[in-house]
Nanobody
Framework: QVQLVESGGGLVQAGDSLRLSCAAN????????MGWFRQAPGKEREFVAV????????VYTDSVKGRFTISRDNAKNTVYLQMKSLKPEDTAVYYC???????????????WGQGTQVTVSS
């Protein structure tokens, strides 16, 4: 069984930066892709970014390209989401996910974190 524990959310102002972390417990995550999704109030959960297990492949949704960076530390079984130039429309609950690359990209990973709230004020 895998448990994903997110941290790093909070309330920031537009233009600020924030870094989210997600630690995988229970088994090694180094052979799996890890990604981030978010869900804004009244909206469906959407894909944000994914990073392959090797770290060699990254994909971002268009709205965060150039502002967000996903990275991982396999020794710590942890994935990060560095968010810069935050906008009010980035306000959402952010979830990390773990599974095969295809499963994460398709939005159907087996393992999800509990979510961490990010609120960006204007």
């Amino acid at each position: 069984q895998v448990q994903l524990v997110e941290s790093g959310g909070g309330l920031v102002q537009a233009g600020d930066s924030l870094r989210l972390s997600c630690a995988a417990n229970g088994r090694t995550a180094s052979s799996y892709a890890m990604g981030w999704f978010r869900q804004a109030p009244g909206k469906e959960r959407e894909f944000v970014a994914v990073l392959s297990w090797s770290g060699g492949t990254t994909v971002y949704t268009d709205s965060v390209k150039g502002r967000f960076t996903i990275s991982r530390d396999n020794a710590k079984n942890t994935v990060y989401l560095q968010m810069k130039s935050l906008k009010p429309e980035d306000t959402a609950v952010y979830y990390c996910a773990l599974d095969t690359y295809i499963a994460v990209v398709r939005g159907t990973p087996r393992y999800w974190g509990q979510g961490t709230q990010v609120t960006v004020s204007s």
